[in-house]
């Protein structure tokens, strides 16, 4: 093998590695993302189940995969939860206007390159870094991040 051919080889390695590390890796420190122990519908399902029981409102459940069949493309399995708690956001809202563009809160359950389930959501400080918003008001927020990660646990 040709020196040139094991430097194309190991650059190639490096980067199929670096592309493994995506999942875990994401902009900035606003974005969580978390593996999930079942498939991206029993993820959503499950986080579903938990938002309901804990009395939020379900707004909309958008199956991304679906949605790119239609169209005639392929994507992984990618499910988004749009949900929250209108009384709970109204309040944010009144507080910092422009908060209504990152609410409802949303969850969404992907799968990678590697059959491999994860749950993304917003940490509840992108709200009081991205807004404004005093951090009681953001603070109010966390329990969701918990009970997201509580279902696919």
């Known amino acids: 093998m040709r020196p040139c051919d094991r430097m194309v080889i190991g650059l190639c390695s490096l980067l199929a ?3 493994a590390l995506a999942p875990v890796s994401h902009a900035g420190s606003n974005i969580v993302t978390k593996p999930s ?15 309901t029981a804990k009395g939020m409102k379900l707004f909309a459940r958008i199956n991304h995969a679906r949605e790119a069949k239609q169209v005639g493309l392929d994507l ?3 499910e988004l939860l749009i949900f929250g708690n209108p009384q709970g956001g109204t309040a944010l809202m009144l507080a910092s206007p422009t908060v209504a563009i ?5 969850a969404l359950a992907w799968e990678d390159s590697s059959g491999r389930v ?19 008001f953001a603070a109010r927020l966390d329990g969701v991040g918990i009970l997201l990660e509580q279902a696919v646990q």
């Open 102 to 106: 990152d609410l409802p809160m949303k």
């Open 37 to 51: 122990r079942y498939s991206v519908f029993e993820t959503i399902d499950r986080i579903e189940q938990a938002i």
């Open 76 to 78: 992984p399995p990618t």
């Open 118 to 136: 994860w749950l993304t959501y917003n940490a509840s400080h992108l709200l009081q870094e991205r807004h404004g918003l005093p951090e009681e």
């Open 17 to 19: 590695g670096l592309v």
